[in-house]
């Protein structure tokens, strides 16, 4: 009888070498998985704050131009228990982009959105990680505090988690100045202010640069444009994102267009220890801007 042949077994020294060589191949693969799961993720985001932004442009083209209001105001809210809306409910309650009180799912809802209540102790403070994080709306302002709620008499039956920010003039709180078509929109009603002028809807044709100024971009609430870049106490603009390696931000601007901003890119407003000179640089070249019409605000 013939006897068959027995192929020899891995050596220890084979073996190892395997691991060795699909260790290796791991270990390359991994991080480029990771960085394509990003980067899924950034486009992901970019497609939601498109729909946004474009909801916001049909919701201008179905009121006469006037801009979706931050919040809808009467009155100086001085911390009494006022329910106010916010930006997200009015879109989803007047059909323009459907929203829930989920992680996920939603058109306002960011994938690397961290599961914080960006807003929970009334400002975003020293860490960073609170604008990465959300706020739901409609909501009481108590205390500094937000206190989710619904607006039945007004349509607003059900809480949305949103993770955006919107730029808009939104003095909640004592009576300030109130500047006409200062930002991309406000919280209208707010009123008189101390130069006794109440915050009313801007206009499409109030924007001197639509295609550059900003509308909407990752992180919670609204306003404080004085302080936007990345690592500034109470930024509330969530830099969940990377260009080239540095934080970044994905943008909409008045126009409906989205793109990314970097960190250290971002215009800021004048206020706090800003130089008028450099938010005059950051506003008014080739590049994004706070302001609705920043010739005129910023002229000397």
């Known amino acids: 009888m013939r006897t068959a042949l027995r192929r020899p077994a891995f050596t220890l020294i084979e073996l190892l070498v395997v691991i060795a060589i699909i260790a290796t191949l791991v270990a390359i693969l ?9 980067s899924a993720r950034t486009t992901a985001c970019a497609v939601n704050l498109r729909s946004i932004g474009q909801g916001a442009v049909m919701y201008a083209d179905d009121h006469q131009e ?3 209001p931050s919040y809808t105001m009467t009155g100086v809210a001085g911390g009494a228990a006022v329910p106010l809306e916010g930006w997200g409910p009015i879109l989803d309650r007047d059909g323009y982009i459907p929203g829930s009180r989920e992680n996920r799912g939603t058109a306002f809802v960011c994938p690397e959105m961290l599961d914080i209540e960006g807003m929970r102790l009334g400002q975003t403070g020293d860490d960073p990680n609170n604008a990465r994080g959300w706020m739901d709306w409609p909501n009481l302002r108590l205390g500094g505090q937000n206190v989710p709620t619904t607006i039945e008499d007004r349509g607003f039956d059900r ?4 993770a955006y920010w919107i730029n808009a003039d939104n003095p909640i709180g004592a009576a300030t ?11 209208v009603g707010y009123g008189p202010s101390t130069n006794g002028l109440t915050i ?6 109030v924007f001197q640069r639509p295609a550059q100024l900003i509308a909407f971009a990752d992180g919670v609430y609204a306003g404080r444009q004085r302080d936007n870049q990345f690592g500034q106490t109470n930024c509330r603009i969530g830099y969940r994102h990377k260009a080239k390696n540095a934080p970044a931000t994905n943008t909409a601007f008045a126009d409906g267009h989205v793109a990314m901003i970097a960190g250290n890119s ?3 407003a004048l206020g706090g220890s800003n ?3 450099q938010v005059e640089r950051e506003n008014t070249g080739p590049g994004p801007t ?5 010739e005129r605000t910023l002229a000397p």
């Open 30 to 38: 991994l991080p480029a998985l990771a960085t394509a799961r990003a």
């Open 66 to 68: 006037r801009i979706i």
């Open 159 to 162: 809480i949305l988690r949103i």
């Open 177 to 187: 100045v109130v500047t006409p078509d200062l930002y991309y929109t406000g919280s």
């Open 200 to 205: 009313d809807y801007t206009r499409m044709s």
């Open 266 to 268: 971002f215009p800021r």
């Open 275 to 277: 130089l008028p000179k």
């Open 290 to 294: 706070v302001y609705a019409n920043p």
